[in-house]
Nanobody
Framework: VQLVESGGGLVQAGGSLRLSCVASGRTFSSYYMGWFRQAPGKEREFVGTINLSGSTTYYADSVKGRFTISRDNAKNTVYLQMNSLKPEDTAIYYC????????????????WGQGTQVTVSS
């Protein structure tokens, strides 16, 4: 599986963006998906994760209530809807995939996209 993110950009504080992550291959529905982000000078951090059917999601406290993860297995795509964006959300956002179970740490994921830049201006 190869992952390609898109949808990043520059947005003002309070605005919204929707990131997409398209997976190649026919086994997308067999992978648990996660979103992570990395700000300059900081370690990559967990944003959220979603199960195979999309019925279960978990989020970092910093984004809970503002970000929503969803997936469309027919389109091999996972989304990250980001609302009420803050300058501290500025980072490169990565999607990641893993089999077997939900994952909450970077080391639990084997497959990563190249990332998409999100910049939130104040």
């Amino acid at each position: 599986v190869q992952l390609v993110e898109s949808g990043g950009g520059l947005v003002q504080a309070g605005g919204s963006l929707r990131l997409s992550c398209v997976a190649s291959g026919r086994t997308f529905s067999s992978y648990y998906m996660g979103w992570f982000r990395q700000a300059p000078g900081k370690e990559r951090e967990f944003v959220g994760t979603i199960n195979l059917s999309g019925s279960t999601t978990y989020y970092a406290d910093s984004v809970k209530g503002r970000f929503t993860i969803s997936r469309d297995n027919a389109k091999n795509t996972v989304y990250l809807q980001m609302n009420s964006l803050k300058p501290e959300d500025t980072a490169i956002y990565y999607c990641a995939a893993r089999p077997f179970d939900l994952g909450f740490k970077t080391r639990e994921y084997d497959l990563w996209g190249q990332g998409t830049q999100v910049t939130v201006s104040s």
